[in-house]
């Protein structure tokens, strides 16, 4: 709430119920976790909070509160556009279908304006780049659904599941930590043409994520790259990105290195 809203007005609430439906899966996580023997009790307070206390953020109105995210008036209503990595914004030109000549952010929100919400999406997908439509009303609360991806097996309490981070920046980290915290083997994969850019940003942020967990680069573009992701376990291996299940991200690139894990 206190990063919500104008800079020089007051903190805004959101119209949607984030807090009861985060306590909600908090619970959920608590109660799968403890039947594994490794409890995660989530505070709740420090998820929401402590990167913006770490990096001493403020809100900013309609840009996010470290500034990589512009709320952008679109031909038919609003959508995100994040430009978290020196790449997201060498694609401003390509995404908005015009030479920058000046100002990226003037070029973007020029260029966003004429599009439909929907094309900008799709574009902004191709080129690898996060955006995404506001929706007009907040959707109703959805149960929790927990679904069965794969063939079971009697699961032992000392078993460490393994776990592929395919991504980077914050909410897939996020999900690798907790999983991590409830006893999961976790093994950051990123790409050596393009790391997770939060290893740009607050050193201290980065360790309380990925601490603790190993780290792997390797080129997925290449033939090499992706049999080493694939060896990593002996299951079937899907990517999270949002080109799609199954399909490896474009921007995956150069060769393959072991690195020690991530100090805790």
Same mark, same amino acid.
């Given at each position: 709430?206190?990063?919500?809203?104008?800079?020089?007005?007051?903190?805004?609430?959101?119209?949607?119920?984030?807090? /009861?439906?985060?306590?909600?899966?908090?619970?959920?996580?608590?109660?799968?976790?403890?039947?594994?023997?490794?409890?995660?009790? +989530?505070?709740?307070? +420090?998820?929401?909070?402590?990167?913006?206390? @770490?990096?001493?953020?403020?809100?900013?109105?309609? #840009?996010?509160?470290?500034?990589?995210?512009?709320?952008?008036?679109?031909?038919?209503?609003?959508?995100?556009?994040?430009?978290?990595?020196?790449?997201?914004? !060498?694609?401003?030109?390509? @995404?908005?279908?015009?030479?920058?000549?000046?100002?990226? !952010?003037?070029?973007?929100?020029?260029?966003?304006?004429?599009?439909?919400?929907?094309?900008?999406? !799709?574009?902004?997908?191709?080129?690898? +780049?996060?955006?995404? #439509?506001?929706?007009?009303?907040?959707?109703?609360?959805?149960?929790?659904?927990?679904?069965?991806?794969?063939?079971?097996?009697?699961?032992?309490?000392?078993?460490?599941?393994?776990?592929?981070?395919?991504?980077?920046?914050?909410?897939?980290?996020?999900?690798?930590?907790?999983?991590?915290?409830?006893?999961?083997?976790?093994?950051?994969? !990123?790409?050596?043409?393009? /790391?997770?850019?939060?290893?740009?940003?607050?050193?201290?942020?980065?360790?309380?994520?990925?601490?603790?967990?190993?780290?792997?680069?390797l080129d997925l573009a290449s033939t090499?790259?992706?049999?080493?992701?694939?060896?990593?376990?002996?299951?079937?291996?899907?990517?999270?990105?949002?080109?799609?299940?199954?399909?490896?991200?474009?921007?995956?690139?150069?060769?393959?290195?072991?690195?020690r894990p991530v100090p805790a």
């Amino acid at each position: 709430m206190w990063l919500t809203g104008h800079a020089d007005g007051p903190p805004l609430s959101p119209a949607a119920a984030v807090v /009861p439906a985060l306590e909600r899966a908090a619970a959920v996580l608590f109660r799968l976790s403890a039947d594994r023997g490794h409890p995660v009790d +989530v505070d709740l307070g +420090v998820l929401l909070t402590g990167r913006a206390a @770490l990096r001493g953020f403020e809100r900013r109105g309609r #840009t996010s509160a470290n500034a990589s995210c512009r709320l952008l008036p679109t031909a038919d209503g609003w959508a995100a556009v994040n430009l978290a990595r020196p790449s997201d914004v !060498e694609s401003i030109g390509a @995404l908005v279908e015009r030479p920058v000549d000046g100002d990226p !952010e003037d070029a973007l929100a020029d260029g966003v304006a004429k599009l439909p919400g929907d094309d900008l999406v !799709e574009r902004a997908a191709l080129l690898g +780049v996060p955006a995404a #439509t506001v929706p007009g009303r907040p959707p109703p609360p959805k149960p929790f659904i927990i679904e069965r991806l794969g063939p079971a097996r009697s699961p032992r309490l000392e078993d460490r599941p393994l776990v592929i981070d395919l991504s980077a920046m914050w909410a897939g980290p996020l999900c690798a930590h907790l999983l991590g915290r409830a006893g999961f083997r976790v093994v950051k994969v !990123e790409s050596t043409g393009r /790391p997770d850019g939060a290893r740009a940003g607050h050193a201290g942020f980065f360790r309380w994520l990925n601490g603790g967990h190993a780290s792997v680069a390797l080129d997925l573009a290449s033939t090499n790259g992706r049999a080493a992701l694939a060896g990593l376990s002996p299951e079937p291996m899907w990517s999270s990105s949002r080109r799609g299940p199954g399909r490896w991200p474009s921007w995956a690139s150069m060769r393959l290195r072991w690195s020690r894990p991530v100090p805790a």
